[in-house]
Antibody
């Protein structure tokens, strides 16, 4: 199975930003859409956003618009999700997930990164 | 972009069949045949079980099946087993590159 390897846990203060990474294989990086999904403690899954294979188109859930940025770095085959103006409600596990073009489902997931926002 | 509605919990005895519903709107579930289902064990990443309403990835048991009628999709687990006791989520494409997940259902095997 494809490996999506995410960065380690983060602890941030309210108002700060966090940048979570997801390292992929070269083929996945160049050919797949990469999504971010989060899960607050004891809660359900919530779709955050996506970046296309070329890295020039992104879409975000309305509630995160203006606060989230998903980017790609071809030199390291890594996808990033940056979330700013953090509040305690952003405390969650953030997953990256892969979507093959023209399929509309997530066939592989990273292991998750816990982001804790606390003063 | 409201979450799709799933029952909080569904239970059944071993060997029985259970069905989990996933209700959206005409903008998501009702408008696209891009409904997928994921199983999530505690502390683990979700895993794809059903895609495009009723298709199973290779390696997924045929005890799992999906369907859709109008704005509601459903996941049926046949021959319920103890190992099926965990959380299940639906997800639908909602147009313009946007996706929405369901609220999640905890399956309990009695």
């Amino acid at each position: 199975q494809v490996q999506l390897v995410q960065s380690g846990a983060e602890v941030k203060k309210p108002g700060a930003s966090v940048k979570v990474s997801c390292e992929t294989s070269g083929n996945t990086f160049s050919a797949y859409y990469m999504h971010w999904v989060r899960q607050a403690p004891g809660q359900g899954l919530e779709w955050v956003g996506v970046i296309n294979p070329n890295g020039d188109v992104t879409h975000y859930a309305q509630r995160f618009q203006g606060r989230v940025t998903v980017t790609k770095d071809a030199s390291t085959s890594t996808v990033y999700m940056e979330l700013s103006s953090l509040t305690s409600e952003d405390t969650a596990v953030y997953f990256c997930a892969r979507e093959r073009p023209r399929t509309s489902y997530f066939d592989d997931w990273g292991q998750g990164t816990l982001v804790t926002v606390t003063s | 972009q409201s979450a799709l509605t799933q029952p909080a919990s569904v239970s059944g005895s071993p060997g029985q069949s259970i069905t989990i519903s996933c209700t959206g709107t005409s903008s998501d579930v009702g408008n696209y045949n891009h409904v997928s289902w994921y199983v999530q064990h505690p502390g683990k990443a979700p895993k794809l079980m059903i895609y495009d309403v009723n298709k199973r990835p290779s390696g997924v048991s045929d005890r799992f099946s999906g369907s859709k009628s109008g704005n509601t999709a459903s996941l049926t687990i046949s021959g319920l087993q103890a190992e099926d006791e965990t959380d299940y989520y639906c997800c639908s494409y909602a147009g313009n590159g946007i996706y929405v997940f369901g609220t999640g259902t905890r399956v309990t095997v009695l």
